[in-house]
């Protein structure tokens, strides 16, 4: 029985790991605070996977290790190259293959569907850190010191999931209330399903022909935030939906307070024209289909949060 290693255990890292203990696999999960799904057949251990020389210690006889974590979303340009470069040399010196989860923001502005061969033309701090990361990954790979492949999705949703949708608009939706959401709110946008991730990373690591790239997760139907509020107030049995578009000021504003808000400003773009991912590529490949819009919308809204006494 082979052992995988996921790093990170929020919704991706905790999807991918139960995908995979129910396959039957050797399963741990490595995470600061040792979190994550409650499984019989899931280790979870407390570990610093920025430590190189620790991380290496928990993937010593690894299969795969599935890379799902990330720092701080404001700290990303800070910590998130010396994370990286610790789980490359993991991969490394186990010679354990590596699936990361990546995202858009590398390809900076594009029109039209993006493929995975859109060049990585990044315009904001985080996507010039996920352009840089990936270029060094790739590099890893190109020289033989590893196996590696990266799986790029659009916004989350699903059980768990934090995008500006779940963050910003699904608290007021479920309460029935105005939903103010930084977007144009009827430009189409795709959104992928955390399950999808997990389920494409599992794809990945088990075929040999998918290394040296990036795949793109198998997403849904572009929708727009307006018809994805309905959607969600529909299948929540909450009043019709209410959504308008937050001014920037007001954005502006709460950005002073919240770290998170105030990075979102130079992702403005991603919601003020389409945003549409394709992911033919790996449907045709892998033979996965994403998973449909509203079973997502429903383990979003049913999902709640561990609570530790």
């Known amino acids: 029985m082979s052992l995988h290693?996921?790093?990170?255990?929020?919704?991706?890292?905790s999807a991918t790991a139960r995908l995979l203990a129910a396959r039957g696999e050797r399963?741990?999960?490595?995470?600061?605070?040792?979190?994550?799904?409650?499984?019989?057949?899931?280790?979870?251990i407390a570990a610093d996977a920025g430590d190189p020389a620790a991380l290496t210690a928990h993937c010593a006889d690894a299969t795969a290790l599935y890379q799902c974590a990330q720092?701080?979303?404001h700290r990303w340009p800070q910590d998130f190259p010396a994370l990286h470069r610790s789980i490359l040399t993991a991969a490394e010196r186990s010679n354990a293959a590596l699936i990361t989860v990546g995202n858009l923001y590398g390809y900076g502005e594009f029109d039209g569907p993006v493929t995975e061969d859109?060049?990585?033309h990044p315009n904001s701090r985080k996507g010039r850190v996920r352009a840089e990361m990936w270029a060094e990954q790739l590099d890893a790979h190109e020289s033989g010191r590893l196996r590696t492949a990266e799986v790029r999705g659009s916004d989350y949703l699903g059980a768990g999931a934090n995008s500006a949708f779940t963050a910003v608009a699904l608290p007021a939706l479920k309460a029935g209330k105005k939903a103010l959401v930084p977007a144009d709110l009827d430009a189409p946008h795709s959104w992928t399903a955390t399950d999808d991730v997990a389920r494409l990373l599992v794809a990945v690591a088990a075929d040999d022909t998918a290394w040296g790239r990036a795949w793109h997760v198998p997403t849904v139907p572009p929708v727009s935030v307006r018809a994805l509020a309905e959607l969600t107030a529909e299948l929540a049995?909450?009043?019709p939906a209410r959504v308008a578009r937050m001014p920037a000021a007001l954005l502006w504003t709460v950005g002073l307070f919240v770290p998170a808000a105030r990075e979102m400003r130079e992702l403005a773009y991603q919601f003020d024209r389409p945003f549409i991912l394709d992911s033919t590529a790996a449907t045709a490949h892998f033979g996965l289909e994403p998973t449909p819009l509203e079973d997502t919308l429903r383990a979003t809204l049913a999902f709640e949060p561990a609570v530790h006494e």
Do not use: M, N
Not at 5 to 13: E, L, Q
Not at 28 to 42: F, K, L
């Open 27 to 44: 399963v741990r999960v490595i995470s600061r605070t040792g979190s994550g799904p409650e499984d019989p057949a899931i280790e979870r």
């Open 71 to 73: 720092p701080a979303y």
């Open 5 to 13: 290693v996921v790093i990170g255990a929020g919704p991706v890292g």
């Open 237 to 239: 049995g909450v009043s």
């Open 118 to 120: 859109q060049p990585l």
